[in-house]
């Protein structure tokens, strides 16, 4: 583990001394307890985001979090174009409440997007600054210097003042000039090259500091025992038995939170084993081979309408011949390899949190109301943990740790188990899609309706379990993310409705897991295009390209670079069924993202076993339209794991549960991809340095689904329209026309 006291004291011994524009120490994101000068984190100021130390050494303060995804090199590369200076000289302070400016929660794609885009220009302003106060000092014009390297001077290898000279121990208070102008993009020297992701060397190697691998000084172990039926009550503990277990320091008990605190690991793991606790017996949950009707008979308190054109009513009325057909998506949980870790401490009123949430800033508002303290009081401190893909429970372990830290008076580690992770962590809701078309006599589309089930609720927090189980202030509503995202369609027809019946209620806690909304409403989308494409003999690449708005040029270009690069032959759709055991196909999808940001086209090449129905997606092709570049191999790797993950999400994964409680508790019951099963993929870049970056992180992910779907209509001729595509699904549909929905 990571002991954050040597730390301190080698970053002391080092003499380390941070003079930049708010005299900040650096590594401070770890050094909780060092440090008492305030820096400014006023999203407006040069200050938030960067120091510069007297040997030119420079400090960015990201409220954006790399989870894993590279975006910390991708940070550093663009501080350092606008800065003029070598990425090995910037370092990365990131999700520390009390250093970083709140930049939002780390989700949607946008840590480039926005995050970055504030980066770069609190580096340009600082640039211009400072080539300002070198031009008094040297006693030239503006418009006769440069910068290289962090040196500016009116030539390469002229004498001139590095940063570090000019800052000195001065603070600039310069406010982010929003209208500064960035680099040209034919100036760029960092920005769009492929540099090596900083983190993967410790990683690959084991040096890396998980959250998982973190401790402080006088830190007790604690784990929580959960209720054994999600609504389950607390009757009685008998503390008795497990008096005997050494370590054991305390049995904690806060209403219907339940908890065992000690002195190792190893001690409150056996006590939550051996405790004995009386709870209540709870139901409520329906049958999960009914969760469909269930979904469906749920009172819908609104519908909003995401698009509207024409009027589609009239049209599917006079249609000569309707298509209708109903997609769900399965209930799926984060999965991350490592469950989720905590540390919290409480000294001297002020609350402490290490925890690996993607939200640090969001998370320290709901301490904040959880323990009655005035945000300033509380500090929540980023570090990486082992996976993340959107809320999961590190959220909930930290809010586990506060509450047993202020009960304790020491720094309490809580550490989940798996089936913790698997069981409590929140759940991306259960998704159910209608979709109907209407035709004209000569089978030519007219009209396109789309109505999606998914819960109600509004941006914001998921209400922590601790707080919720002792009666502590939290939320009182839901959060499931952007569940209507992609609702709309990226295409041109005479009449289009789209919209959303809002659920009171769904079954889990629900919130965001990776490309949330967009996934489910594109495989519905792009899968029911297909079968569009079906009833009128229609090719599919060619259906989308006549189909999508003739303005969007960026979008055909995607298509029209897919069919080259995946050698795509026009015909038949699908092609006739095979006899053989194995047969193939390849199936298309695309979308663009939000409809206003990136653009992403994908074929799969399929193999389905018509023996025991199982799929094995050999070879995916991709097309990426992200606008500007920032790391092209951190790109690359991004679209490369959205395919893996998604894959996994498309033929495996689904929440298992009875009506008490969640009951696919491992790996076992909730199976994810096997390395053999990873498929070649082919990525073509579509790189525009003159456009804004647009985002990659969860884009790919939501097409993945829709392209296995059409190739295994392409192989078989059968339509699979329930997630995930389980070989007994596939067994079901093989058995039955083509039409059949499974």
């Given at each position: 583990?990571?002991?954050?006291?040597?730390?301190?004291?080698?970053?002391?011994?080092?003499?380390?001394?941070?003079?930049?524009?708010?005299?900040?120490?650096?590594?401070?994101?770890?050094?909780?307890?060092?440090?008492?000068?305030?820096?400014?984190?006023?999203?407006?100021?040069?200050?938030?985001?960067?120091?510069?130390?007297?040997?030119?050494?420079?400090?960015?303060?990201?409220?954006?979090?790399?989870?894993?995804?590279?975006?910390?090199?991708?940070?550093?590369?663009?501080?350092?174009?606008?800065?003029?200076?070598?990425?090995?000289?910037?370092?990365?302070?990131?999700?520390?409440?009390?250093?970083?400016?709140?930049?939002?929660?780390?989700?949607?794609?946008?840590?480039?997007?926005?995050?970055?885009?504030?980066?770069?220009?609190?580096?340009?302003?600082?640039?211009?600054?400072?080539?300002?106060?070198?031009?008094?000092?040297?006693?030239?014009?503006?418009?006769?210097?440069?910068?290289?390297?962090?040196?500016?001077?009116?030539?390469?290898?002229?004498?001139?003042?590095?940063?570090?000279?000019?800052?000195?121990?001065?603070?600039?208070?310069?406010?982010?000039?929003?209208?500064?102008?960035?680099?040209?993009?034919?100036?760029?020297?960092?920005?769009?090259?492929?540099?090596?992701?900083?983190?993967?060397?410790?990683?690959?190697?084991?040096?890396?500091?998980?959250?998982?691998?973190?401790?402080?000084?006088?830190?007790?172990?604690?784990?929580?025992?959960?209720?054994?039926?999600?609504?389950?009550?607390?009757?009685?503990?008998?503390?008795?038995?497990?008096?005997?277990?050494?370590?054991?320091?305390?049995?904690?008990?806060?209403?219907?939170?339940?908890?065992?605190?000690?002195?190792?690991?190893?001690?409150?793991?056996?006590?939550?084993?051996?405790?004995?606790?009386?709870?209540?017996?709870?139901?409520?949950?329906?049958?999960?081979?009914?969760?469909?009707?269930?979904?469906?008979?749920?009172?819908?308190?609104?519908?909003?309408?995401?698009?509207?054109?024409?009027?589609?009513?009239?049209?599917?009325?006079?249609?000569?011949?309707?298509?209708?057909?109903?997609?769900?998506?399965?209930?799926?949980?984060?999965?991350?390899?490592?469950?989720?870790?905590?540390?919290?401490?409480?000294?001297?009123?002020?609350?402490?949190?290490?925890?690996?949430?993607?939200?640090?800033?969001?998370?320290?508002?709901?301490?904040?109301?959880?323990?009655?303290?005035?945000?300033?009081?509380?500090?929540?401190?980023?570090?990486?943990?082992?996976?993340?893909?959107?809320?999961?429970?590190?959220?909930?372990?930290?809010?586990?740790?506060?509450?047993?830290?202020?009960?304790?008076?020491?720094?309490?580690?809580?550490?989940?188990?798996?089936?913790?992770?698997?069981?409590?962590?929140?759940?991306?809701?259960?998704?159910?899609?209608?979709?109907?078309?209407?035709?004209?006599?000569?089978?030519?589309?007219?009209?396109?309706?789309?109505?999606?089930?998914?819960?109600?609720?509004?941006?914001?927090?998921?209400?922590?379990?601790?707080?919720?189980?002792?009666?502590?202030?939290?939320?009182?509503?839901?959060?499931?993310?952007?569940?209507?995202?992609?609702?709309?369609?990226?295409?041109?027809?005479?009449?289009?409705?789209?919209?959303?019946?809002?659920?009171?209620?769904?079954?889990?806690?629900?919130?965001?897991?990776?490309?949330?909304?967009?996934?489910?409403?594109?495989?519905?989308?792009?899968?029911?295009?297909?079968?569009?494409?079906?009833?009128?003999?229609?090719?599919?690449?060619?259906?989308?390209?006549?189909?999508?708005?003739?303005?969007?040029?960026?979008?055909?270009?995607?298509?029209?670079?897919?069919?080259?690069?995946?050698?795509?032959?026009?015909?038949?759709?699908?092609?006739?069924?095979?006899?053989?055991?194995?047969?193939?196909?390849?199936?298309?999808?695309?979308?663009?993202?939000?409809?206003?940001?990136?653009?992403?086209?994908?074929?799969?090449?399929?193999?389905?076993?018509?023996?025991?129905?199982?799929?094995?997606?050999?070879?995916?092709?991709?097309?990426?339209?992200c606008g500007l570049v920032i790391n092209p191999d951190g790109t690359r790797n991004q679209i490369e794991g959205c395919i893996v993950q998604t894959l996994s999400r498309t033929l495996r994964e689904e929440l298992k549960f009875d009506q008490a409680t969640v009951t696919s508790r491992d790996w076992a019951s909730y199976p994810i991809l096997t390395f053999p099963e990873v498929p070649e993929i082919e990525i073509e870049l579509i790189e525009r340095p003159t456009e804004p970056p647009l985002g990659v992180g969860e884009i790919a992910a939501a097409v993945v689904c829709a392209a296995v779907g059409n190739a295994v209509f392409d192989a078989t001729g059968v339509r699979l329209r329930s997630i995930p595509f389980t070989e007994a699904k596939v067994l079901a549909a093989l058995g039955h026309t083509a039409s059949t929905s499974v």
């Amino acid at each position: 583990m990571f002991d954050i006291s040597s730390s301190r004291r080698g970053f002391l011994k080092g003499g380390a001394v941070v003079v930049g524009f708010s005299l900040l120490p650096q590594a401070a994101q770890l050094l909780a307890q060092t440090g008492t000068q305030e820096k400014s984190v006023d999203i407006d100021q040069v200050d938030a985001f960067l120091a510069i130390d007297k040997t030119g050494q420079v400090t960015v303060f990201s409220g954006k979090v790399d989870l894993g995804t590279g975006v910390e090199t991708a940070l550093a590369q663009m501080a350092a174009e606008e800065l003029d200076v070598a990425i090995e000289r910037i370092t990365i302070v990131q999700g520390d409440t009390a250093l970083t400016p709140d930049q939002g929660t780390t989700y949607g794609s946008m840590s480039i997007t926005n995050g970055g885009l504030q980066i770069r220009q609190a580096a340009a302003t600082a640039r211009q600054a400072l080539i300002a106060k070198a031009a008094v000092r040297l006693k030239v014009g503006i418009d006769r210097l440069q910068v290289t390297n962090g040196v500016i001077s009116t030539a390469p290898g002229a004498p001139g003042l590095s940063y570090g000279e000019l800052v000195g121990g001065d603070q600039l208070n310069l406010p982010i000039a929003t209208t500064v102008v960035l680099k040209d993009a034919t100036q760029y020297r960092s920005i769009g090259k492929s540099a090596a992701r900083r983190d993967i060397p410790p990683k690959v190697t084991g040096d890396f500091t998980y959250m998982q691998d973190f401790k402080v000084p006088e830190m007790l172990h604690a784990r929580v025992i959960r209720p054994p039926a999600m609504g389950a009550t607390l009757v009685s503990v008998d503390e008795a038995s497990v008096k005997d277990i050494p370590g054991l320091l305390k049995v904690v008990r806060e209403g219907n939170f339940l908890a065992v605190v000690g002195k190792t690991e190893w001690s409150v793991i056996q006590a939550m084993r051996t405790l004995s606790a009386s709870w209540t017996n709870w139901t409520g949950l329906p049958e999960q081979e009914k969760l469909w009707e269930h979904v469906r008979a749920t009172p819908v308190t609104n519908t909003e309408v995401s698009s509207k054109l024409g009027d589609t009513g009239a049209a599917l009325g006079s249609a000569h011949r309707t298509l209708k057909s109903t997609y769900d998506f399965a209930i799926h949980t984060h999965g991350s390899i490592g469950p989720s870790c905590a540390i919290a401490q409480f000294k001297d009123g002020d609350l402490t949190c290490w925890t690996a949430s993607q939200g640090t800033h969001a998370l320290r508002r709901q301490l904040a109301v959880m323990f009655k303290l005035d945000p300033k009081n509380v500090r929540a401190i980023y570090l990486e943990g082992a996976g993340c893909y959107g809320r999961n429970g590190n959220e909930d372990a930290a809010a586990d740790a506060a509450l047993l830290a202020k009960i304790m008076n020491k720094p309490v580690r809580v550490q989940w188990m798996r089936a913790d992770e698997h069981g409590w962590d929140p759940k991306g809701p259960p998704t159910l899609i209608d979709m109907q078309a209407g035709f004209d006599a000569d089978n030519h589309l007219i009209a396109w309706q789309s109505d999606f089930f998914v819960p109600d609720g509004k941006p914001g927090t998921v209400a922590l379990i601790a707080a919720d189980l002792s009666g502590m202030p939290h939320e009182d509503f839901i959060s499931p993310g952007g569940v209507m995202g992609n609702s709309g369609i990226p295409y041109r027809f005479a009449n289009i409705l789209t919209q959303g019946h809002r659920l009171a209620n769904t079954p889990f806690r629900p919130a965001w897991i990776r490309s949330p909304g967009r996934m489910q409403n594109t495989f519905a989308n792009e899968s029911f295009l297909d079968e569009i494409a079906a009833v009128e003999g229609i090719d599919p690449m060619t259906i989308r390209l006549e189909s999508i708005d003739p303005t969007d040029l960026r979008g055909a270009e995607v298509l029209q670079r897919l069919a080259t690069i995946s050698k795509w032959q026009a015909g038949a759709y699908p092609r006739p069924a095979g006899t053989d055991e194995t047969v193939r196909g390849r199936g298309l999808a695309y979308v663009k993202y939000d409809l206003s940001k990136t653009y992403v086209a994908m074929v799969a090449d399929v193999e389905v076993n018509r023996k025991t129905g199982k799929i094995l997606a050999r070879k995916f092709y991709v097309t990426h339209d992200c606008g500007l570049v920032i790391n092209p191999d951190g790109t690359r790797n991004q679209i490369e794991g959205c395919i893996v993950q998604t894959l996994s999400r498309t033929l495996r994964e689904e929440l298992k549960f009875d009506q008490a409680t969640v009951t696919s508790r491992d790996w076992a019951s909730y199976p994810i991809l096997t390395f053999p099963e990873v498929p070649e993929i082919e990525i073509e870049l579509i790189e525009r340095p003159t456009e804004p970056p647009l985002g990659v992180g969860e884009i790919a992910a939501a097409v993945v689904c829709a392209a296995v779907g059409n190739a295994v209509f392409d192989a078989t001729g059968v339509r699979l329209r329930s997630i995930p595509f389980t070989e007994a699904k596939v067994l079901a549909a093989l058995g039955h026309t083509a039409s059949t929905s499974v």
